[in-house]
């Protein structure tokens, strides 16, 4: 057989043989030493990525694609274009054995001996291999001059190709059934532009129609097209030759005539070959080529208020599956162009919906006031899914639009730089919840009192960078003053939480951040800009100055409500391929951030903003526990709002992309600027209480609100400033008492109130000496006496109690001894007899027990 195809190849390429000079033997000796297995690898088919609708079903997000094909079953495709494909592109198609003799020679005639264009000829079976060498030269291509030069030899117009397509098509008709080879066709052919297979260009070309939908006129257009994609394609109305105003050739107005002609054509030979009768064929000649084009889903602008999501969710894919060893390809990219994949997101639509909306009704596209921003995003406690991703922008790749307007942007402003072009915000207060963690960590308690009032902060304890020294002075955002744990973190009190970094290490407040995920939103750890190398994580660290993305601080609120277990976020549930084989998704790492006993002190203090603290205003009234911290930077350039319950935790932003604009000094329409937060927040945040519910978060344990008393310093005799800076260096609050009596010199600290130990801040008053003060002398055990005598020496005044005699010795004094005294004081002494007993039933004479 194969032997009798040489022979007959040979007769077909004759007159190119002759020009060649080739022998006809050595052509039959070329075409047996041909390789004859074709490999059909995957086609280049587009990645759609898909969120899941309440009730289950499938919503589509966006498309990615080089080439938009979709490929579908035999039964997915109208007997329409199947005849139309064998009666207008090989009527012998199920007749011969992968070579139609009589196209082949009327092909090569043409082609290589009369030097005409390029004849067709090829037999369907012919068609497809090379369109099958085209789409396996260019997806195993690396880089763009690959991939032209991929397309050229697939399509060269030589002998030598030809034979070869030859060659494998008589062997694919041996191994495939000729029902299988048309629909390998069909969904492989080119329909003009990007539009490739059968199903693609249906959707395309008809207003969103299936292939199995398609009428006999528009399965006929659409197999016209496949003849000269770009000649006979049906998205140029401006077209003179083939677009809606074009002509025939007797010059009559014909929508798309070049199309009709060829439509027209098919028409006739399906009616010539019995796929159609007279009734159907005059119908459909009668019927204008009328396409309704539908936009396919390319890139994430289809993604509506969405969209921002679906591009961190192509950055996921861009990241995470690019292979460094290759660096002129990324892989990711060459999945989502051609790899045919459904990506399944954990985009939850209810929620993205309701972000949405409370965005647009509180925050502006844009303000010429401003260039405002607003972002709402959140992720489940326990398994890091993505949930939602809202933005105040309208999302756009395009330069050009993006330059028309602040209301378009491509940038994501939830996400790090690699996953969505954001170099970060500054998230102010709701960073201090890590220097809470920190505190607990190192063994302190929630209500453990320090010295919160604001005052110049001149060193902190760093392992890092070795300690800090400065003067470092930060601003309260009113006159209260918190001294423990509870209350500073409840009214967000800058000086308090200064007093507890003082305390702490700011290596380690780095580190429990960190390990909560959060990190520098440029992708380097906290502390450590790529902008700035010589930068290190100082003091206002603590107040949130370093730059992070919304999506972490959700992620790490979420690892608060999920017991200190922060899981890493992801937005990729599953991924499968066109075949239905799984392709592993990035997955989420979950981290035990904190031990669990520290988040539940965590939670605890959280809990007490939204009970008259600075997260009042965000309560939903949804009966579920949430945990919160509110957060301001300087000038009120960005605000913040992050909470979490322990099904769904949310952070909202609002504030300046750029610039320095005071939110306290501007309004909305919804309200005052500073407060949007106030109101996006709780809006979400009802809903997702509503839908996912929420449990109590555990309780801390009872050492978690012990009382630490450490002690006073001994300052008596220190000069009060000395006695002040000792104080202070403790953790107490200084206070000055004034003067008091004192034996000791004047002007010198004398004593303080209390005394011995304290809880550390609270205020300890300290008393100076007036120098006119003595000391009460310990008269224990002096006769009367001797008593006197010293009790006068210290410039006070004798009284002895009853009658003692010369030799009763004395047994108590008051004033106590050691006690200060103001000179001219009478200290009353009492006195027991000599040689009496001591106590009942013991010792001689006439004592009884004193």
Request: hydrophobic fraction near 35%; proline fraction near 5%; charge should be negative.
């Amino acid at each position: 057989m194969s032997a009798l195809a040489g022979v007959l190849v040979t007769a077909a390429v004759t007159p190119a043989i002759a020009v060649t000079g080739m022998a006809a033997n050595s052509s039959i000796s070329l075409f047996e030493s041909l390789p004859s297995y074709l490999n059909i690898g995957d086609l280049s088919e587009k990645t759609d990525i898909y969120a899941t609708a309440s009730d289950g079903s499938k919503v589509l997000l966006a498309s990615f694609f080089d080439d938009n094909r979709e490929e579908v079953g035999w039964d997915a495709i109208s007997q329409f274009a199947k005849d139309a494909a064998v009666a207008g592109e090989d009527p012998r198609f199920y007749e011969h054995g992968g070579v139609d003799i009589q196209g082949t020679i009327r092909g090569a005639l043409s082609t290589y001996v009369l030097n005409q264009d390029v004849q067709g000829g090829s037999s369907i079976t012919q068609q497809y291999v090379k369109n099958v060498l085209v789409n396996n030269g260019i997806r195993e291509a690396k880089t763009e001059e690959e991939k032209e030069a991929a397309y050229e030899e697939a399509t060269a117009t030589t002998p030598e190709r030809k034979l070869k397509e030859i060659k494998f098509a008589i062997a694919l008709e041996k191994k495939f059934s000729k029902d299988q080879i048309l629909l390998g066709y069909l969904n492989i052919a080119a329909f003009g532009g990007r539009v490739y297979g059968i199903e693609s260009a249906a959707q395309y070309y008809f207003g969103g129609k299936h292939a199995a939908e398609l009428t006999l006129p528009e399965a006929a257009s659409l197999i016209a097209i496949v003849n000269h994609p770009e000649k006979f394609r049906l998205d140029m109305p401006d077209d003179e030759e083939n677009g809606l105003n074009s002509v025939d050739e007797a010059g009559n107005p014909t929508p798309y005539a070049a199309n009709k002609e060829r439509r027209d054509y098919i028409l006739g030979e399906m009616l010539k070959y019995g796929k159609i009768n007279q009734t159907d064929y005059d119908a459909a000649i009668a019927t204008p080529v009328a396409p309704v084009i539908k936009e396919p889903s390319t890139g994430c602008q289809s993604a509506g208020g969405s969209a921002f999501y679906c591009d961190y969710v192509k950055n996921i894919i861009l990241n995470h599956y690019d292979d460094p060893a290759t660096p002129d390809v990324n892989e990711g990219r060459e999945m989502l162009a051609t790899g045919g994949m459904q990506v399944n997101t954990t985009l939850d639509l209810d929620l993205q919906l309701r972000a949405e909306q409370a965005i647009n009704e509180n925050v502006p596209y844009a303000d010429p006031r401003f260039d405002v921003g607003a972002v709402a995003v959140g992720v489940q406690p326990g398994t890091g899914r993505v949930l939602f991703m809202a933005q105040n922008k309208k999302y756009t790749e395009d330069p050009e639009t993006a330059a028309t307007s602040a209301e378009y942007t491509s940038i994501n402003y939830s996400t790090d730089y690699a996953y969505g072009g954001s170099s970060g915000l500054q998230p102010g207060s709701t960073f201090k919840v890590f220097t809470l963690g920190e505190w607990l960590n190192e063994g302190h308690s929630l209500r453990e009192t320090f010295n919160g009032a604001r005052r110049a902060f001149t060193s902190f304890p760093d392992s890092c960078n070795g300690n800090w020294t400065g003067n470092f002075n930060p601003r309260n955002d009113d006159s209260r003053t918190a001294n423990n744990a509870v209350d500073a973190t409840k009214y967000s009190v800058n000086s308090s939480f200064m007093a507890m970094a003082q305390q702490l290490d700011l290596c380690k407040i780095k580190e429990t951040a960190q390990a909560f995920g959060v990190r520098r939103a440029d992708g380097n750890d906290l502390g450590t800009p790529v902008s700035n190398p010589d930068w290190i994580f100082s003091p206002s660290a603590v107040l949130g100055t370093e730059e992070v993305a919304p999506v972490s601080m959700a992620a790490a609120f979420a690892g608060i409500a999920n017991n200190g277990l922060t899981c890493s976020p992801i937005a990729i549930d599953s991924i499968t391929k066109a075949d239905g084989t799984p392709v592993p998704a990035p997955p989420s790492t979950c981290t035990q951030s904190v031990t669990p006993d520290v988040a539940h002190g965590m939670s605890y203090a959280m809990q007490q903003t939204f009970a008259g603290g600075t997260a009042a205003a965000s309560n939903t009234g949804t009966g579920i526990a949430h945990i919160g911290k509110t957060g301001t930077t300087d000038g009120a350039k960005d605000t913040w709002m992050d909470g979490s319950s322990t099904k769904v935790s949310t952070a909202v932003w609002v504030g300046n992309v750029t610039g320095e604009a005071n939110l306290r000094n501007l309004s909305f329409d919804s309200g005052a600027a500073a407060t949007a937060r106030h109101r996006i927040w709780p809006a979400i945040m009802e809903l997702a209480d509503t839908k996912y519910g929420g449990d109590d978060f555990p309780a801390p344990p009872e050492a978690a609100f012990k009382q630490v008393l450490v002690d006073v310093p001994q300052v008596a005799g220190l000069s009060l400033e000395a006695a002040k800076q000792a104080i202070e260096a403790a953790g107490f609050v200084f206070e000055d008492g004034g003067q008091q009596d004192s034996n000791l010199p004047a002007g010198t600290v004398s004593a303080t109130d209390p005394s011995g130990q304290a809880g550390r801040g609270s205020t300890i008053r300290v008393f100076t000496s007036n120098g006119q003060g003595t000391t009460v002398p310990d008269v224990a055990g002096l006769t009367q006496q001797q008593a006197k005598a010293a009790i006068e020496q210290a410039g006070l005044k004798f009284k002895a109690d009853g009658n003692p005699g010369n030799n009763d010795t004395a047994v108590s004094q008051n004033p106590a001894a050691n006690t200060a005294a103001k000179r001219g004081d009478t200290v009353t002494v009492q006195f027991k007899a000599s040689g009496t007993g001591g106590g009942t039933g013991g010792g001689t004479g006439t004592g009884g027990g004193g």
